[in-house]
T-cell receptor, first 114, second 117 residues
Framework: DTEVTQTPKHLVMGMTNKKSLKCEQH?????MYWYKQKAKKPPELMFV???????INESVPSRFSPECPNSSLLNLHLHALQPEDSALYLC?????????????FGPGTRLTVT | AQKVTQAQTEISVVEKEDVTLDCVYE???????LFWYKQPPSGELVFLIR??????QNEISGRYSWNFQKSTSSFNFTITASQVVDSAVYFC??????????????FGKGTKLTVNP
């Protein structure tokens, strides 16, 4: 099973709201990733977690706050977002953080900030 | 710096035609990995293939085949007898050795393939 699940599928939030995106995998992977993808663009890496510890933060604004409660779960907490943050947010996982392992992606959450 | 170029922005073919998606990469590393992902309109990126820099053997999987040529820094993807379900955006990606134990995927800009019935 190579499934990564993400909830919710769609999210509309105002600029003053607080919301969270959730990602889950049961493949025993120890590396998990958040990507942001704008329309007609490739995914952009936001965060990488390795063994539940944050290993990469690609200079993401603090209004995005990641959390990895355990090896299967990854959350992205959202607060005071801007309309330009509207995008598809993709979660991915891989066996470990190493260049040779493929990443498996979830279906994404389509976020609209109003 | 690593870079992946997919020069074809959009391709449109008629069902049953063969189509090749081009991917050219740049890296100074001798060890690297190349990937192809498919992104249908639903949004999920689907992993298709991984190739390491020491394995230049071409690969075939059903209607899909990949041609890896280090001499030209290319990793092209061919779909034989295309079908409507192949319509998607296809991304080629490059992964460099870990920096401080972390991995990054460098994506090309993607090629949108439309297969018309």
């Amino acid at each position: 099973d190579t499934e990564v699940t993400q909830t919710p599928k769609h999210l509309v939030m105002g600029m003053t709201n607080k919301k969270s995106l959730k990602c889950e995998q049961h493949m025993g992977h120890r590396a998990m990733y958040w990507y942001k993808q704008k329309a007609k663009k490739p995914p952009e890496l936001m965060f990488v977690y390795s063994y539940e510890k944050l290993s990469i933060n690609e200079s993401v604004p603090s209004r995005f706050s990641p959390e990895c409660p355990n090896s299967s779960l990854l959350n992205l907490h959202l607060h005071a977002l801007q309309p330009e943050d509207s995008a598809l947010y993709l979660c991915a996982s891989s066996q470990v953080v190493w260049e040779g392992y493929e990443q498996y992606f979830g279906p994404g959450t389509r976020l609209t900030v109003t | 710096a690593q870079k992946v170029t997919q020069a074809q922005t959009e391709i449109s073919v008629v069902e049953k035609e063969d189509v090749t998606l081009d991917c050219v990469y740049e890296t100074r590393d001798t060890t690297y990995y190349l990937f192809w992902y498919k992104q249908p309109p639903s949004g999920e990126l689907v992993f298709l293939i991984r190739r390491n820099s020491f394995d230049e053997q071409n690969e075939i999987s059903g209607r899909y085949s990949w041609n890896f040529q280090k001499s030209t820094s290319s990793f092209n993807f061919t779909i034989t007898a295309s079908q409507v379900v192949d319509s998607a955006v296809y991304f080629c990606a490059l992964s460099d050795p870990p920096q401080g134990g972390s991995e990054k995927l460098v994506f090309g800009k993607g090629t949108k393939l439309t297969v018309n019935p």
